[in-house]
């Protein structure tokens, strides 16, 4: 398995500002994602990653509010934009390979705290 | 529209006993279903994962059932330790898109 490495592993930040959460990983891989998981909640999917082009978001997820980018194989970034309180939760990175076959990993996720 | 249904949302069971959590899915399309384990503060871990063409699959103490017909999976921990006490999700997926649409999770805890 890969490992996954996000930054920061947590934050405390202000209503109205922005945070850019970084992923790496050891690896070359296929897929990355960008799940989200509210405070005692289940994972739910922003959005796919793409290599060099613009991310594949989820109905209820849009560009403006959760810009990403993926500049290569192994690194990509989720920016949270003009938060709110309602934005306090647990960002998670996932990768797969073509040859896992499905199998995604998880980092250990960056906790957000919006005051 | 929730695609995985999983329950229960909480489980107690005693050390050496056995636990069960279930998932139910809608998706027809859905070809994958992996179960990650979360422990407090920390990400989801891979523990076990199940395509349809095989209804049982064992790892160690950990075993997926799998009822294609009915849609229906299910994870057993035989001999539960408190080391397992976590919450444990279901998840699906299908097609080469490898996206995971997760069901709500199960909280359990394994008394001592």
């Known amino acids: 398995s890969a490992v996954i490495s996000q930054k920061p592993s947590r934050d405390i930040c202000q209503r109205g500002t922005s945070l850019t959460i970084q992923c790496q990983v050891d690896s070359q891989v296929t897929m990355m994602f960008w799940y989200r998981q509210q405070p005692g909640q289940s994972l739910t999917l922003i959005a796919t990653a793409n290599q060099g082009s613009e991310a594949t978001y989820e109905s209820g997820f849009v560009i403006d509010k959760f810009p990403i980018s993926r500049p290569n194989l192994t690194f990509s970034t989720l920016t949270v934009s003009n938060m709110s309180p309602e934005d306090s939760s647990i960002y998670l990175c996932?990768?797969?390979?073509?040859?896992?076959?499905?199998?995604?990993?998880f980092g250990e996720g960056s906790r957000l705290t919006v005051l | 529209q929730q695609q995985v249904k999983q329950s229960p949302q909480s489980l107690i069971v005693q050390k050496g006993g056995i636990s069960i959590i279930n998932c139910a899915y809608e998706?027809?399309?859905?070809?994958?279903f992996p179960w990650y384990q979360q422990f407090p503060g920390k990400g989801p871990a891979l523990l076990i994962a199940?395509?349809?063409?095989?209804s049982e699959k064992k790892e160690g103490r950990f075993t997926i059932s799998f009822n294609k017909s009915a849609k229906q999976f299910s994870l057993h921990i035989m001999d539960s330790q408190p080391g397992d006490s976590a919450t444990y999700f279901c998840a699906a997926s299908g097609g080469s898109n490898y996206k995971l649409t997760f069901g709500k999770g199960t909280l359990l805890t394994v008394n001592p």
């Open positions: 998706n027809t399309a859905f070809d994958y």
């Open positions: 199940i395509r349809p063409d095989v």
């Open positions: 996932s990768v797969g390979t073509v040859a896992n076959t499905g199998e995604l990993f």
